[in-house]
């Protein structure tokens, strides 16, 4: 199916654990963005790529590590996971220039860190 | 720095009420676009409108409007005849740091009672 996937959809890790979260787009949107859903923060930008190879940080980029070889995937790692990591996580991808244009999201990952 | 604000935490309405979102932001720029999102209990978000400044006319997309005053620097919403698969968490957006990154308000949850 055509749209924005992310996987997995839940994930309880431990403390200090490396953790993959997937996220992979059909469209061939250069964009793409990763965010974070916090009570009382809202959505934060993570990190965001304007094509393959091509990454930088959002608001909140600590603990975090993306990649982005193909223009289709764009993982996060969280290299030691934190309880303060513990969120709903947002991928998604805009086929214009950046936050200009609409960004569709994908369903989130619910990651809880013990 | 930009700003957004969402005053309204929560709002409750009966089905068939008409209920007004409200928007309020920050810029420095001149130029700029505003977007609205909703987050139904499923938890995706879904892309609803996007705003240019340029452009202060009055948007109509069914039972949604949305009224742009940059006098006031608002963006507000408004759902006519409510009803109860409006209920979610709507989002205001606004662009920032060069384009690169969408700073949302913090949301206001809609319960629309049948």
């Known amino acids: 199916d055509a749209g924005i996937t992310q996987s997995p959809r839940y994930k309880i890790t431990e403390t200090g654990r490396q953790v993959t979260l997937m996220c992979h787009q059909t469209?061939?949107?250069?964009?793409m963005f990763w965010y974070r859903q916090d009570l009382g923060h809202g959505l934060r930008l993570i990190y965001y790529s304007a094509a393959a190879d091509i990454t930088d940080k959002g608001e909140v980029p600590d603990g975090y590590v993306v990649s982005r070889s193909k223009t289709e995937n764009f993982p996060l790692t969280l290299e030691s996971a934190t309880r303060s990591q513990t969120s709903v996580y947002f991928c998604a991808s805009s086929e214009g220039q950046g936050a200009l244009y609409e960004q569709y999201f994908g369903p989130g990952t619910r990651l809880t860190v013990t | 720095a930009q700003k957004v604000t969402q005053a309204q935490t929560e709002i409750s309405v009966v089905e068939k009420e008409d209920v007004t979102l409200d928007c309020v932001y920050e810029t420095r720029d001149t130029t700029y676009y505003l977007f609205w999102y909703k987050q139904p209990p499923s938890g995706e978000l879904v892309f609803l409108i996007r705003?240019?400044?340029?452009?202060?006319q009055n948007e109509i997309s069914g039972r949604y409007s949305w009224n742009f005053q940059k006098s006031t620097s608002s963006f507000n919403f408004t759902i006519t005849a409510s009803q109860v698969v409006d209920s979610a968490v709507y989002f205001c957006?606004?662009?920032?740091?060069?384009?690169?990154?969408?700073?949302f308000g913090s949301g206001t949850q809609l319960t629309v009672l049948p």
């Open positions: 705003r240019n400044s340029f452009d202060e």
């Open positions: 469209w061939s949107h250069s964009y």
């Open positions: 957006a606004l662009p920032s740091g060069s384009a690169r990154q969408l700073t």
